[in-house]
Each structure stands twice: as structure tokens, then as C-alpha cells.
């Protein structure tokens, strides 16, 4: 079946035309999307905690928006756009939005996790969508303001007033992503998509990365350099594949030398048994499980492995590197 992309010619921004859109949750999202979304001619407040509990709120006010505590933002809206990490939603889901939520409102959150895996079950009479841009709060805000936007995917989970994807269109819209193309997706696919995306690509690509460095050094290469041709040079490629299409790039813009070593010794390095294992335990929700449970406990590992990374000694020539050759 062919795939649906939607685009600004296809979507109704009016849809939100007399609707106030509360973004509960203030950070690397929620600060862009407010802002794309006021910019689009949308109402836009902004829910926080308290100012006690952090710069969130005084952030939001600085930058123009009138800010509310959760809970009367809440019922203030009729769109609430959850930009709350995923193991905060489901206490504040519990103390502060799902009482004051009404008949008719549209929870659209930022990532599926929390509803896919039942730690929050909204209420038959709300509409439960989601949009996500593909990409970091700044580059979201940074393409909208360029004119541009970044690709994204809605998707509704149950739909109350029988309108629930055109209002993730409109808010997809709104935050500038049909500009470049929306694509609908199920809960399942954006949330395990995204965690399967992060362990192998972020996760490869950083521990791959890591480990050029250490053996370079290990075997008497300077760190500076080690450190240039493990992250810096990775750097000057990946924007001309994204660009102009991997095999562009190795049969073009790629020496041969280059072309022979990618197509010869890079498979070597991936284990693609790990990959389809990393990919069963995402859907089986063991992943999900497991991060839930490290979150429950203060994240032990999570702090450890910090500590760790932080005294590295890539870390600190990174420092450096940067100080003497620029960033």
C-alpha cells in the first residue's frame, strides 16, 4: 500500500481555529513547539510546575507565553500537547491532568510510550493522538523560522469526535512539519521505532565512535588525531548522504580507497544478530520495561556510565580538540 505523505496543501490548520493549545511541559520540545505553534496564528498557553521547582516556568514567561500550573492549564485548553519526558508523564498524568480533562479535549503527546505501554489510560471521551517531529526542539524552531520543516509522523490512538486526525494534522502543521512531509503512523510504530532508532544508531554509531578512538590511541596514535578521524571526520559525511544518498557519496563524493573499505570492512563491524535480537526485546517491551524499572530506582547505571564517559579520555580530548581547532 502506498504510503500516505501529507503536506500543507492537505492539511486544514482552521481545524484549531477557536481552540486553545496548552503545551504541558516546557523543554527541548515544548519550548519549540510553542513557539512554531504561536508563530502558525495558534492560541498558545504553557503549563509548568511550580516556579520553586525549577527555570521552566520563568523560561516560558520570558518568552511571552502566559504560564499556568498544570492543572488549570489543563482546563484552559482544549488541545493538550504532552512535551513531558516519558517517566514523568505518568505522575503528573495521574496528579494533575486526567481530573480536570473533559469531554472533547485531545491529549496529543509527544511519543507513544507511556500509552502504549499502559501507564497511562486516558478516557474514552478524549481524543488520544500524537504528532513528533523528527528531530531536537532547536532544529525544529530553527528550520520553522527558515522557512522549512522537518519531517514528522501523527498517529491516533482513539478518536472521541470523530475529527482526531485532522486535529494532528493541524497541530503537525502548526509546528511547521507538513512543510516537509507528515506521514501517519500506529502508536506502536512511532514508540518502537524511535526506542529501536536510538538503541542501534545512536547507541552503534556512539559505542563505534568510541571505540576508533581507543584502539587509535591504544596502538600510539596522538589522541587529537584519533579524536579528529573518530568524530570529526564522521561529521563532514553524514550531511552530504543525508543530502545526496549514500551511494552518491561512495561512488561520487568517496575516494575508492573509501568506497572499498566501506563496502568491504564495514559489515564486518556490525553484528546483525544483535540488531534483529535489540529489535525482538523492543517489541516483546522488554526494553521498555527495563528503563521504566532503572528510572524507579534514581537511574543507578545511567549515573555510573555518566561518570564514567565524563573522565574518559576521548571526553577530555574532545574538550580540547575543540578549544585548539574549533567547533
Known amino acids: 500500500m502506498e504510503e500516505k505523505i501529507y503536506r500543507d496543501d492537505d492539511v486544514d490548520l482552521s481545524v484549531l481555529d477557536g481552540r486553545t493549545i496548552a503545551v504541558i511541559g516546557y523543554g527541548i520540545q515544548g519550548r519549540a513547539q510553542a513557539a512554531n505553534a504561536r508563530d502558525s496564528g495558534c492560541t498558545v498557553i504553557v503549563g509548568t510546575r511550580p516556579a520553586s521547582a525549577g527555570s521552566s516556568r520563568e523560561r516560558a514567561e520570558k518568552d511571552g507565553f ?29 496528579s494533575d491532568i ?17 500509552v502504549l505501554y499502559g501507564s497511562i489510560e486516558p478516557p474514552d471521551d478524549v481524543n488520544t493522538i500524537l504528532f513528533v517531529p523528527n528531530a531536537p526542539g532547536a532544529f525544529v524552531r530553527e528550520k520553522y523560522l527558515e522557512g522549512e520543516g522537518v519531517y514528522g509522523c501523527v498517529s491516533v490512538d482513539h478518536d472521541a469526535t470523530g475529527n482526531a486526525l485532522e486535529i494532528a494534522l493541524a497541530v503537525s502543521k502548526a509546528v511547521g512539519s507538513t512543510r516537509a512531509g507528515v506521514v501517519n503512523l500506529s502508536f506502536q510504530h512511532e514508540t518502537e521505532g524511535d526506542n529501536f532508532e536510538e538503541q542501534i544508531l545512536y547507541g552503534g554509531v556512539i559505542h563505534l565512535i568510541r571505540t576508533c578512538f581507543r584502539t587509535m590511541v591504544e596502538n600510539g596514535y596522538p589522541p587529537s588525531f584519533a579524536y579528529a578521524k573518530s568524530i570529526r571526520s564522521l561529521r563532514s559525511v553524514i550531511d552530504v548522504m543525508d543530502e545526496h544518498g549514500i551511494e552518491d ?16 570492512r564495514g559489515p564486518r563491524v556490525i553484528n546483525e544478530e544483535a540488531v534483529r535480537e535489540i529489535f525482538r526485546e523492543t517489541e516483546e517491551g522488554r526494553f521498555a520495561s527495563e528503563w521504566m524499572q532503572e ?12 561518570r564514567t564517559a565524563a573522565e574518559s579520555l576521548m571526553e577530555k580530548t574532545g574538550n580540547e580538540w575543540r578549544e585548539q581547532f574549533g567547533k
Open 66 to 94: 502566559e504560564v499556568l500550573d498544570y492543572a488549570e492549564a489543563v482546563r484552559r485548553a482544549e488541545v493538550l500537547l504532552i512535551e513531558l519526558a516519558d517517566p514523568v508523564q505518568p505522575e503528573v498524568y495521574a
Open 98 to 114: 486526567a481530573s480536570n480533562l473533559r469531554a472533547g479535549q485531545t491529549l496529543c503527546f509527544c511519543h507513544g510510550f507511556n
Open 249 to 264: 557519496y561512495l561512488t561520487g563524493r568517496s575516494s575508492r580507497t573509501c568506497e572499498f573499505a566501506v563496502r568491504t
Open 295 to 306: 528510572w524507579k530506582l534514581g537511574m543507578p547505571r545511567i549515573h555510573r556510565l555518566r
